[in-house]
């Protein structure tokens, strides 16, 4: 199966979850919240076809610390693709972080078990803060959903 990436941060980031993680973008958004930092992701067809097996291989093979954040775009856009790849990454021991902008009943209930963590809600602009980890806006939850702690907003 096929999934559309915009990009990959390889052992990079520090403020999409816990610890340093790989990031990958993917492409396509039906959300297009206003004030978005990743308006290049809306348009599917402006991204990167990839097999998921490909891209799980890709990442795994430099992955320091088998921790990846899956974002966007809209992840769930391209859920049965989401679903192969969050099986490749569980069964692999990965720490996994999904970030949508749908709120938590929105999401497939068969995606939480696959989980550490899930950022949920859209971006709003006039909510914005730089003061609460994980999130861009005040209204947006980020909860470690494998034992349901809510990280404090």
Request: with cysteine; proline share 3%.
């Amino acid at each position: 199966m096929d999934i559309y990436i915009n990009k990959i941060l390889y052992n990079r980031s520090l403020v999409d979850g816990p610890g340093i993680r790989t990031v990958i973008f993917l492409q396509g958004c039906d959300i297009k919240c206003s004030g978005c930092h990743n308006e290049k992701t809306w348009n599917m067809l402006d991204g990167h076809k990839i097999s998921v097996k490909e891209l799980f291989n890709l990442i795994n093979d430099v992955t320091i610390n088998k921790k990846v954040t899956i974002s966007g775009g809209e992840p769930l856009l391209q859920l049965e693709a989401l679903r192969e790849l969050l099986k490749l990454f569980k069964d692999n021991n990965y720490d996994i972080a999904l970030y949508t902008g749908h709120i938590k009943d929105e999401l497939p209930k068969d995606l939480l078990p696959y989980l550490t963590y899930l950022k949920t809600g859209r971006f709003i602009k006039e909510k914005q803060t730089s003061v609460i980890p994980y999130v861009g806006s005040t209204n947006q939850c980020f909860e470690r959903v494998d034992n349901i702690e809510t990280i404090e907003k």
